[in-house]
């Protein structure tokens, strides 16, 4: 299958400063998107939806000037957490869709991210 | 969305199969079931999907009822390292967008 890369895998980064994770699809062009969040235990929670070259679309709830998402490329997307706080700690997860393979949607290894 | 609903949790004994059943009554024409499953601190897997016909590959087979409102995936040779948290998805569309939205799985206890 498709290979989608995320990095970091783990980040620890003090309270008040933000954060940049990196979404790849290294072997197809994704033109969608999704990044999610995980709580221990807990299932994934969809955060927001990129189309590359446009604004990303947020859920409810998700501050989008919290969680600042750039997909200016068709294989690079990225989650900046900008003023990160201990609560934003969290397993964070990108998907990419390959339009070539049926827009079957793989997923990428997902990044810790821990806020001292 | 349609809204899937999976049992949160089953045991299947190594070298069994495990058959991971899923509810989705409310499922459209066109719209696919899809099924990844969750190993602990890693990214979801995609393992298969399908419309309404039967589908198999090299990891598993998905077995859709004729009214497409529940289906079954099936690990033939359940091993150790299948122990994960699996789900069951419809896909939908959006505004042109495709939302993958999750539930909570059943979490899948393959023992020795």
């Known amino acids: 299958g498709a290979v989608v890369s995320q990095h970091p895998s783990r980040v620890i980064c003090k309270s008040g400063t933000s954060v940049k994770i990196e979404c790849r699809s290294l072997?197809?062009?994704?033109?969608?998107m999704f990044w999610y969040r995980q709580f221990p235990k807990q299932s994934l929670m969809l955060m927001a939806t990129s189309n590359e070259g446009s604004k990303a679309t947020y859920e409810q709830g998700v501050e989008k000037d919290k969680f600042l998402i750039n997909h200016a490329s068709l294989t690079l997307s990225t989650l900046t957490v900008t003023s990160a706080h201990p609560e934003d700690s969290s397993f964070y997860i990108c998907s990419a869709r390959d339009g070539d393979s049926g827009n079957t949607i793989y997923f990428g290894e997902g990044s810790w991210l821990t806020v001292v | 969305d349609a809204k899937t609903t999976q049992p949160p949790s089953m045991d299947c004994a190594e070298g069994r199969a495990a058959n991971l059943p899923c509810n989705h009554s409310t499922i459209s024409g066109n719209e696919y079931v899809y099924w990844y499953r969750q190993i602990h601190s890693q990214g979801p897997q995609y393992i298969i999907h399908g419309l309404k016909n039967n589908e198999t590959n090299e990891m598993a087979s998905l077995i859709i009822t004729e009214d497409r409102k529940s289906s079954t995936l099936i690990l033939p040779h359940a091993t150790l390292r299948d122990t994960a948290v699996y789900y069951c998805?419809?896909?939908?569309?959006?505004?042109?967008?495709?939302?993958?939205?999750f539930g909570t799985g059943t979490k899948l206890q393959v023992i020795p």
């Open positions: 998805i419809v896909r939908t569309l959006l505004g042109g967008y495709q939302k993958v939205t």
């Open positions: 072997d197809f062009q994704a033109t969608t």
